[in-house]
């Protein structure tokens, strides 16, 4: 006879972890699986920025010290020349990535959830139209365990998701051009770093096409930093490990630093799922496609949509409807929160990956987008229609009219596509509708102004 819970999770990462504590937290019966043992989880290459507004929203501003690696009090944004710099106030931490994992996964843990490590999800048992459990394996055995609503949180393997029929939304699959490729490595170096509190980006077509490379310090371990590249996938660019080596640990900071630690993955940066959740099943974190499409960051955001997927299956356990419409509570809250800003900003991102090193060091020393934009832009996801008029009066005789009208455009099909998300649909029997609706004006965005 399988075991039954209320909940089974797949994969202890930091989504898979949030969503377990806060799931154990209201009372329910809880088990997390993970192929890793406890030791390791949560133990996957990662830039380790949380930002701080993320935080108060999940309630964890009082994270443990011994977590915390650095304090961030903001961001420098170079230009492929480097000569212009915005710099970007907001504060957040770099985290202990295993360390924060552990510990989101321990808080579950004292809540009562039961944690299995060395054990895979293998696959969804569905039957009647809805998911009710998992088929596991572990230590040469494969068994299954009944719930009343499975929560897939393994990251970009979608173990659960990935084999549910294709007309359930959740199912959806990435286009490989949506995804970044990103490799980082810890190093420390020989000197003191300056400015530790500021982490540092670094946009170039040439050194990270489709992508950027960071430097960011942690400002609690003395002269250790985070430095990696990503790349958009999909395009047959260079490796960004080979990348990182030809053009950025090169450079004289690095000469004389040692190697921590070394490794790379894919990082969704896409528009959100068009639902976290169907019958018996919701997904969160990377694969529910949960990452900041601009910078990649993915490790607030997936704990956003573990909080709202958490609430929604705390309510409809508590009135016995674990249907796509008793889940989709889930929905209203993440596009509320996080996905209509993630959608805009996908928008931006396609913008932002055509564009040539030429323009972007024109777009940033000429001052068409400033730092208060950057802010308004990265908080709320919002560039202002008043950006591109003002850029178009300011440098319309500087023989880039082009590049200004484009951008005009871009901010115009912003506003629409945050439009459309604000009309996200109130039950699952619109959603075909909608869905059309957003894939139509991306196909607009690209045909009318990307192509053009
Ligand atoms: C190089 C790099 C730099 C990054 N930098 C940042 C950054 O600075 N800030 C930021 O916020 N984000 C960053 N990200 C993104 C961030 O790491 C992810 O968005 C975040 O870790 C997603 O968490 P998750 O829990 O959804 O997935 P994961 O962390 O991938 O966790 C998935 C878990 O599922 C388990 N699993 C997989 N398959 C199965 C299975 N079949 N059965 C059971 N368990 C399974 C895995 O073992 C894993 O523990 C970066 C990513 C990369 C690759």
């Known amino acids: 006879m399988s075991e039954k819970y209320d909940v089974v999770v797949a994969g202890a990462g930091v989504a898979g972890a949030y969503a377990a504590f806060r799931l154990a937290s209201a009372g329910l019966r809880v088990l997390v699986v993970d192929i890793k043992e406890f ?10 920025a949380i930002g701080g507004h993320h935080l108060s929203f999940l309630g964890l501003r009082d994270l443990p010290r011994d977590i915390i690696e650095g304090y961030v009090k903001g961001m420098d944004i170079y230009s492929p020349s480097g000569r212009a710099k915005f710099r970007v106030l907001g504060e957040g931490v770099e985290v202990d990535r295993v360390g924060l994992a552990r510990y989101l996964l321990k808080r579950a843990i004292d809540r009562g959830a039961e944690f299995r ?30 719930s009343s609503v499975v929560v897939d949180a393994t990251g970009n393997a979608r173990a659960v998701v990935r084999r549910l029929p294709k007309d359930w939304p959740v199912s959806e699959e990435a286009d490989p051009r949506d995804f970044n490729i990103a490799y980082r490595e810890v190093r420390v170096l020989k000197d003191e770093v ?15 096409p489709g992508g950027y490379w960071w430097f960011f310090p942690y400002s609690e371990r003395r002269n250790y930093v985070n430095v990696g ?39 969704p940066t896409r528009g959100p799922l068009s639902s976290l959740v169907w019958n018996g099943i919701a997904v969160v974190g990377d694969a529910a496609y949960t990452v900041n499409p601009v910078h990649g960051g993915g490790k607030g955001s997936s704990m956003v949509s573990s909080l709202c997927v958490a609430n929604a299956i705390v309510e409809a356990l508590d009135r016995g409807d674990a249907s796509a419409e008793g889940l989709w509570e889930a929905n209203i809250c993440y596009m509320n929160n996080y996905g209509t800003k993630q959608a805009v900003l996908d928008f931006f991102r396609r913008f932002l990956q055509e564009l040539s090193d030429e323009d972007l060091e024109f777009g940033m020393s000429a001052g068409i987008v400033k730092e208060e934009d950057l802010n308004a832009l990265s908080l709320k996801g919002e560039l202002e229609l008043s950006v591109a008029e003002k850029a178009i009066r300011l440098l319309s005789g500087l023989r880039r009219p082009s590049l200004l009208i484009k951008l005009r455009r871009v901010v115009e099909y912003m506003g629409r596509v945050r439009e459309v998300y604000e009309n996200y649909p109130r039950t699952p029997s619109q959603l075909v509708t909608w869905r059309l609706e957003v894939s139509e004006l991306l196909r607009d965005f690209e045909e009318r102004v990307l192509r053009h």
Request: with cysteine.
């Open 229 to 267: 590249l990503g790349i958009q996938g999909g395009r047959g660019y260079p490796h960004p490990r080979d990348l990182l080596y030809r053009y950025v640990l090169n450079q004289r900071v690095f000469d004389g630093s040692t190697l921590v630690e070394a490794g790379g993955a894919p990082v």
């Open 39 to 48: 030791e390791r989880i949560g133990d996957k290459p990662c830039g380790d």
């Open 117 to 146: 490590g060395r054990t895979a999800a293998v696959e969804p048992l569905i039957s009647g139209g809805y998911v009710r459990g998992l088929r596991l394996y572990s230590g040469c055995r494969t068994y299954e365990v009944t």
């Open 194 to 208: 300056e400015e530790p509190h500021i982490l540092r980006i670094h946009v170039s077509k040439t050194v990270a």
